[in-house]
């Protein structure tokens, strides 16, 4: 696999099911990290992150917020707020609805009451989830790892089901991985801030 790229590498490793120890963890900040049994080495093909990828900026959603490019940026918002109790078709499309569902969730959390999801909106909606957890969060990760598959011209590899298990647990592994090739990032196959932030940031494999 040495000569393959991109986004071939992850749709090939997660359709494959290449053993990923669990258990590989960060050393932390500046230190080396274990990288997952089975991972791919470092590519050039790898789209590098800022350093502090939790705090680069994420993509601002509001009403009208609809392009192809961002359908599953606002289906991410759309599982994250059903997670907080919303209630909403993910359908996409950020409309009337979700803005009512954004505004419902700013004032629950003290927040700016505008509707629209910026930095502090989007950290507040975060739900940590790891191997066990279930829900609409573990939907938007299961369907952040399909459209990547999907971009790199593969087929979708993980079930929307929300239930996060070894499949996902193997998919988000590896994406943390391949994360710490440039950034000092943890691999523990938890869902948190860090991660969040790259998936919705929009961080992935490219040709």
Known sequence: MKGVVGGTILCLAISLGLGMAPAA?????????????????????????????????????RQGSNSSTRKVTVRSLQYLLNAHGAGLAVDGIFGWRTAGAVKTFQRS???????????????????????????????????????????????ASLAIDGIFGPRTLRAVLYYQNRAADYNPFQVDGIVGPQTWAALIHGYLPRD
């Open 25 to 61: 963890t960060a050393a932390g900040p500046g230190t080396g990290v274990a990288r997952a049994q089975g991972a791919p080495a470092q590519s050039a093909a790898w789209l590098a992150a800022p350093a502090g990828i939790a705090d680069a900026p994420l993509p601002v959603l």
């Open 109 to 155: 959390r003290h927040l700016t009451v505008d509707g629209i999801v910026g930095q502090r909106t989007w950290h507040a909606l975060f739900v940590t989830v790891r191997q066990g957890s279930t829900g609409p969060a573990v939907r938007a990760v299961q369907d952040q790892f399909d459209d990547r598959y999907l971009r790199a011209g593969g087929a």
